[in-house]
Nanobody
Framework: QVQLVESGGGLVQTGGSLRLSCVASGRLSSGDAMGWYRQAPGKQREFVAR???????SYSDSVKGRFTVSRDNAKNTVYLQMGSLKPDDTAAYYC?????????WGQGTQVTVSS
């Protein structure tokens, strides 16, 4: 069983930065994918970024160049460094881990970007 707990959300002005953290309890291997999705009010949950085996990362086009996903395997933690934030980035951000043949989700952390 894997449990994920996010932190680091909050209110920030346009152009500002935030760093989200997600700590996983339970055993994960460095090859298991971890990453982030987000969901804005009235919209579907959408992919943001992920990292997996060998430190490979991928990003949605909407955040590429502004967000950086990273991982500390020793701490079982994945991070999302967000910069140049826009009001369109306002959403609940969810951490996920793909392990043991299923997807685990965190409870979400709210990010609000004011204009």
């Amino acid at each position: 069983q894997v449990q994920l707990v996010e932190s680091g959300g909050g209110l920030v002005q346009t152009g500002g930065s935030l760093r989200l953290s997600c700590v996983a309890s339970g055993r994960l291997s460095s090859g298991d994918a971890m990453g982030w999705y987000r969901q804005a009010p009235g919209k579907q949950r959408e992919f943001v970024a992920r990292t997996f085996s060998g430190g490979i990362t991928s990003y949605s086009d909407s955040v590429k160049g502004r967000f950086t996903v990273s991982r500390d395997n020793a701490k079982n933690t994945v991070y999302l460094q967000m910069g140049s934030l826009k009001p369109d980035d306002t959403a609940a951000y969810y951490c996920y881990a793909a392990a043991y043949g299923r997807i685990y989700w965190g409870q979400g952390t709210q990010v609000t970007v004011s204009s």
